[in-house]
């Protein structure tokens, strides 16, 4: 990532390093010029104005708010709160448990549309960030204590608070959207008390929701600019994005095979094993039960992972009324983004839906089905894993082989009896290998 607006959708660029963008006077910023798409500039004048090069974040000069400093924004900003957004910001603390008002921006009714305040009510290490007139709080923040990383990640339904790349239990809500009319760094435009004391180093944001991963980025973008690495979570906390490849990632949308709740060591969850093999992030979206038609609708209302490498491991369940799972599997693949990688594995049978049943004679019929649809996207490790029955192959089981099913030697035991269908800790690492061998040869 070599610049922020490598993701698309960057409006909002004020940063706090480039003099180029400044008007000064002195040390005085009397204008800050937007370098995002949107364009606009944050103006000040006389004892408002904040100074500029008088300290710095990491290695880079900032801007220094005194408490008796404000930066009022011109109309061609207020639109980013009108619809789903993501907003970062860079800034330090400098007034410990005492209330303090980063930026507000409200609309036309005088209704907060985007804010950040740190130590609501004095309490120390209270964090609200504002999408719309509720505020998400993060009460357990101890990062305002030093130099911070916050973002607001607005969703349609849901609006979530990051403080140096965690979001914590509780620390997210409805989001309200709506363009706004002012917007103030370094305090609230209704207002002129609880402004900032401290420094503004970095204000992002972008018209659009960004996925997961490429909030990952932007974080780490900015946290290795302003010498803040060390601070963050996450996957760029010990790499910089601006000199290092980024690497695919994946997420798996499944049933109980993937979600594998039974299983309660997380490391025993193939997901888990995948990605420390890969060396990649792997999101377990597996959901006990589910039919092949609940799992594809999943993974077509995401937008967290729309730019992953996608695994799709269903139909174990049956599809719901109406559907097939081929039917399921094209739809969920047909609205992947273009270029996509996408890994479809199978509907496994019961040790009560043998070679004959009709149970066993509709799945196989369904993975042969999608087999042919996706011939070079469709690895059988059911097959392949009762091959490891056969004679000479460590699992040997003449009645797992008779019975083209799963041996109980790889099937899970609770401590009473042996399930007739989910496979144990022992298999799951077995498929956990085959799906990573598939993923090298195909060059993930």
């Not at 000040?44 to 900032?62: A, D, E, I, K, Q």
Request: aromatic residues 10%; glycine residues 12%; contains cysteine.
């Amino acid at each position: 990532m070599a610049a922020l607006t490598d993701i698309p959708g960057l409006v909002i660029d004020f940063d706090g390093s480039d003099a180029a963008t400044m008007t000064l006077a002195g040390t005085l910023v009397t204008e800050w010029a937007n370098k995002g798409s949107y364009g606009g500039k944050a103006t000040s004048s006389g004892t408002n104005r904040p100074n500029f090069g008088t300290r710095t974040m990491g290695t880079l000069p900032s801007l220094d708010f005194s408490g008796t400093n404000h930066m009022d924004l011109s109309a061609e900003v207020m639109n980013l709160t009108a619809a789903a957004y993501s907003l970062f910001r860079v800034w330090d603390n400098d007034l410990g448990a005492t209330f303090a008002i980063h930026d507000y921006g409200r609309n036309s009714g005088g209704t907060i549309r985007t804010g950040l305040a740190t130590d609501v009510s004095n309490v120390d290490d209270r964090i609200y960030q504002y999408s719309g007139a509720s505020a998400i709080p993060d009460g357990a923040a101890p990062e305002d204590a030093g130099p911070t990383i916050t973002q607001l990640r607005g969703t349609t339904s849901l609006a979530y608070n990051y403080v140096n790349g965690i979001t914590r239990g509780g620390a997210n809500g409805a989001p309200t959207y709506g363009p706004m009319t002012t917007w103030r760094f370094g305090g609230d435009p209704n207002s002129t008390g609880s402004r900032w004391n401290g420094l503004i180093s970095q204000v992002v944001g972008y018209n659009r929701v960004l996925t997961i991963d490429e909030c990952a980025l932007v974080l780490g973008y900015l946290a290795w600019k302003w010498g803040l690495q060390g601070l963050i979570a996450g996957e760029w906390a010990s790499k910089d994005p601006r000199v290092n490849a980024r690497l695919l990632n994946m997420v798996a949308f499944g049933d109980s095979f993937t979600e594998l709740a039974y299983l309660t060591n997380p490391s025993d969850h193939w997901t888990n094993i995948l990605a420390a093999r890969m060396g990649r992030l792997v999101s377990d979206q597996g959901i006990g039960g589910q039919t092949s038609t609940e799992v594809t609708d999943r993974s077509i209302a995401d937008i967290n992972y729309t730019d992953r490498a996608h695994i799709f491991f269903c139909g174990t369940n049956g599809p719901g009324p109406g559907h097939t799972v081929l039917g399921d599997i094209q739809a969920a693949v047909a609205a992947l983004p273009a270029g996509t990688k996408f890994l479809i594995l199978p509907s496994f049978n019961s040790d009560n839906e043998r070679q004959g049943s009709a149970g066993y004679n509709n799945k196989m019929a369904n993975n042969a089905a999608v087999a042919a649809a996706f011939p070079n996207n469709y690895l059988d490790i059911r097959s392949m894993l009762i091959a490891l029955s056969l004679p000479g192959q460590p699992y040997q089981d003449s009645a797992a082989i008779t019975n083209d099913v799963l041996s109980a030697q790889l099937r899970f035991f609770n401590g009473t009896s042996t399930d007739a269908l989910h496979p144990n800790a022992a298999c799951v690492a077995l498929y956990a290998n085959m799906i990573g061998d598939w993923i090298t040869a195909a060059g993930w």
